[in-house]
């Protein structure tokens, strides 16, 4: 990290935008834009290829598997030898493989540049929110991360309007091309201006004497009560929603156009969702946010089982939406806030991983819906995030969360 590093500066979350916080804001936009287009382009891909909803679900496991598995791998990297390689190759390395998935032959050529693309983008978020959290007082944490995640957000919104009207005149692969372009020179320019700032890629020196989590009884039992419950809203609501194109073609009678541009809505709900889950995080503390997303979400997923092509299924997808984006960064403050600074890349990667690598459900939710049609998969999710949720929340109970995010 270079001299002078903004991070050392704390301020507010105003003066933050000085610094870090646009700069990465933008690159989490473009990270994820081309990774963005692979659900609503499904209905193409599944005619193109001809796939059971259980291959479409595949695709989705490769990308999700390969991008789950290397962010552990990739925090612990961050940790030792610093954030810049791992930043860029989480921008330009995504856009390369996006590039090379327009010209897929086939399902197992797609699928494996798909687990290419995965890998090179686990660097990003286990680099990314730790520089962004350290950029501002420990009170505005949430927001600042909130504000981080409007990028990510923006991208998954965007990225089905994109679909549906590119793909209308230059296919499913014309797609993937045309995003993939801009995005290569978005992410060199990233790399060029971090080189710039200073951000030559060394590790900050930390204590090793600083303790891992507090030293509240219960302490651990709670953080891992508490990311579950953030890993189970963030793994069921995103792999139901990966399936929502196909279930507004199939079961809807939506037009192929009309289910990729969907997903938009329930994006749509995280533009406000991290921001407002970072705010009321900050103010009301992480543990009843974290409660209230869990105990939401199980119903949400049931409500899509009644939804028609009108304003019901507008009004579930953006409930959807905003309960997941909500939990997201009151998930990455309370890490941050509990876990030593040496340790926290590594604990953040490991959540990073399960996270969002928990699509690779989608596979078996494709078979559930092979053998059993949507209305039984949507049920049994909805079934297990509620228990999840229920039981997050008993262990929750009795914590006190201060200011800075720690619970005592």
Not at 99 to 127: D, E, K, Q, R
Not at 189 to 218: C, D, N, Q
Not at 226 to 235: D, P, R
Request: proline letters at 6%.
């Amino acid at each position: 990290m270079r001299k002078g590093n903004p991070t050392e500066k704390r301020g507010g979350i105003v003066s933050s935008f000085a610094g870090l916080l646009p700069l990465f804001t933008v690159a989490h936009f473009v990270h994820h834009l081309t990774m963005a287009l692979l659900p609503p382009l499904m209905p193409f891909i599944r005619r193109d290829f001809s796939l059971s909803y259980t291959q479409a679900g595949g695709l989705i496991t490769a990308h999700s598997i390969a991008y789950g598995i290397s962010q552990f791998p990739a925090g612990l990297a961050g940790d030792r030898f610093g954030s810049r390689i791992l930043l860029t190759i989480g921008v330009a390395g995504v856009a390369l493989a996006g590039l090379m998935i327009g010209f897929a032959p086939n399902y197992i050529a797609m699928a494996v540049l798909l687990v290419v693309m995965g890998l090179a983008g686990g660097g990003y978020h286990p680099s990314a929110s730790p520089l962004v959290s350290a950029s501002v007082k420990p009170a505005y944490r949430g927001r600042a991360l909130g504000v981080h995640q409007i990028g990510g957000t923006m991208s998954f919104f965007l990225a089905p309007l994109i679909a549906a009207g590119i793909a209308t005149a230059l296919g499913w692969r014309g797609t993937f091309i045309a995003v993939a372009i801009p995005t290569l020179c978005i992410g060199i320019a990233f790399h060029l201006i971090l080189s710039r700032a200073g951000y030559a890629g060394t590790p900050v020196v930390r204590s090793p004497k600083t303790p891992m989590v507090t030293a509240e009884p219960g302490g651990r039992r709670r953080l891992v009560a508490f990311v579950s419950i953030g890993i189970a809203s963030m793994v069921l609501l995103q792999s139901t929603l990966k399936f929502v194109p196909l279930y507004a073609v199939d079961v809807l009678g939506a037009s192929e156009e009309r289910g990729a541009a969907l997903l938009s809505i329930a994006y749509f709900g995280g533009i406000w969702g991290g921001p407002l889950g970072g705010q009321l995080s900050d103010r009301l503390g992480r543990i009843p946010v974290m409660i209230a997303v869990g105990l939401i979400s199980g119903p949400a997923i049931y409500l899509l089982k009644h939804v028609s092509l009108d304003v019901s299924i507008y009004a579930v997808l953006l409930l959807m939406g905003t309960a997941m984006h909500t939990g997201m960064p009151v998930v990455e403050s309370y890490i941050i806030s509990n876990v030593s600074p040496q340790r926290r890349s590594g604990v953040l990667g490991l959540y990073y991983t399960i996270s969002r690598g928990g699509p690779t459900i989608t596979v078996l939710l494709g078979r559930l819906i092979d053998a059993y049609q949507f209305s039984f998969m949507l049920s049994a999710v909805a079934i297990v995030m509620t228990v999840v949720a229920v039981a997050g929340t008993a262990c929750l109970r009795g914590g006190r969360t201060q200011p800075d995010g720690s619970t005592h």
